[in-house]
């Protein structure tokens, strides 16, 4: 089928169900990139160390730099 | 005076390309103990995080510490506390960089914006594997 004649009919679908087939053919672009889908699923875990906005840790640190801190 | 730069690859510890991050090389200073390291640079990261044994292979002791860091995320769960050492990079003048010292092990040296990417300008170039570091300005010895 192409997508010529899907059009008409994916026009037709309400929005919910439009939302639901971008996900849809995003999915399948992901599956068809072979390293992509390879690497994230091998049931590997992906740690995440980054410590967002961690603003009371930056003013600490900013006074340790004033303070010039260092272990003598 | 042009700001010099030089060029790093991203790093995959042979986990293959998609797993790639930029990881940099680095030398950590304090007193007179230095560790070559590889830091991840992390512009997510509002501070830079130092683990537990890299701190003590630097000769730092905890107890010495004053100045208490309370990270966030997955880090929030253990104590950090601050500690200033010297950096370099490559043929770069050395800086200061303050870490968030934590008492995890299972975690990377973390550069963030707080004060790496204050002292470093970087640029990523994720689809060609490489990311410029770039002094901010030529620097002497501080």
């Known amino acids: ?72 | 005076m042009k700001p010099r730069v030089k060029q790093f690859s991203f790093v995959d510890h042979g986990q293959g390309p998609a797993a790639s991050l930029p990881y940099l090389p680095i030398e950590l200073t304090l007193t007179n103990r230095t560790q070559l390291v590889e830091a991840l640079v992390d512009s997510g990261s509002a501070v830079n995080v130092l683990p537990y044994d890299v701190g003590l292979q630097l000769g730092a002791i905890w107890e010495q510490q004053t100045i208490p860091v309370q990270l966030t995320g997955n880090l929030a769960r253990e104590e950090a506390r601050a500690l200033v050492v010297s950096a370099k990079i490559a043929e770069f003048a050395s800086v200061k960089l303050a870490f968030a010292w934590s008492k995890l092990n299972t975690i990377p040296v973390i550069l963030g914006q707080v004060n790496f990417f204050m002292e470093f300008d970087v640029c990523f170039f994720r689809s060609r594997g490489v990311f410029r570091i770039f002094e901010i300005e030529p620097k002497k010895e501080r």
């Open chain 1, 1 to 72: 089928m192409s997508l010529a004649e899907l059009e008409p009919v994916v026009r037709t679908l309400p929005r919910a169900e439009k939302l639901q087939l971008v996900r849809l053919l995003v999915n399948e672009l992901v599956r068809e990139d072979d390293e992509v889908a390879r690497f994230m699923g091998e049931n590997r875990e992906f740690p995440v160390w980054t410590p967002l906005e961690a603003v009371d840790a930056a003013q600490s640190l900013m006074q340790a730099l004033e303070a010039g801190q260092s272990v003598a």
